[in-house]
């Protein structure tokens, strides 16, 4: 909040440079998605950007080549390493990674597996799916797109 000075008119300039100051820093954040003021690509890129949690830049632009696997039925005891490790019998391993719950640091019991090629990644199907790791029995399936 601003201080006044007596001057009635030098606070209320005050407050409408910094409403006009947060409305350029919010972008479209604050607008439920509409942006005001851009291009309609502009505008979708903006909108995307500020909504998606994911790490990477924009994932629908990335194309699933089949390689990319989802296993479930992890041991909350398993480390990405050991998964790393039970995959790497079928083929060389790109990523192993361990879903974790965002405020435990606990497993929730699956993950995803990159393998280095497609026909790696159906080995592993072949051969890893109702396996037994760290005394669970796993599922490992392909990762299915989006908008299935």
Known sequence: RARSNGKRGAVSQVVTDRGRGEAEDRDSRGFGGQDRGRSGDEAKMSYS??????????????????????????????????LEKHFSTEGEVIDASIVL????????????????????????????????????????????????
Not at 122 to 144: H, N, P
Request: glycine share 6%.
């Open 49 to 82: 950007r500020y909504r998606s949690r994911s790490r990477s830049v924009d994932s629908s632009d990335v194309e699933n080549p089949g390689n990319n696997l989802f296993v479930t039925g992890l041991s909350s005891r398993l480390t990405d390493r050991d």
């Open 101 to 148: 719950d965002p405020w435990t640091r606990e497993s929730r019991g699956f993950g995803f597996v990159t393998m280095a090629t497609l026909k790696e990644a159906e080995r592993c199907i072949k051969y890893l799916d109702r396996s037994v790791l760290e005394g669970r029995v796993i599922t490992v399936e392909k990762v299915l797109p989006k908008d299935c």
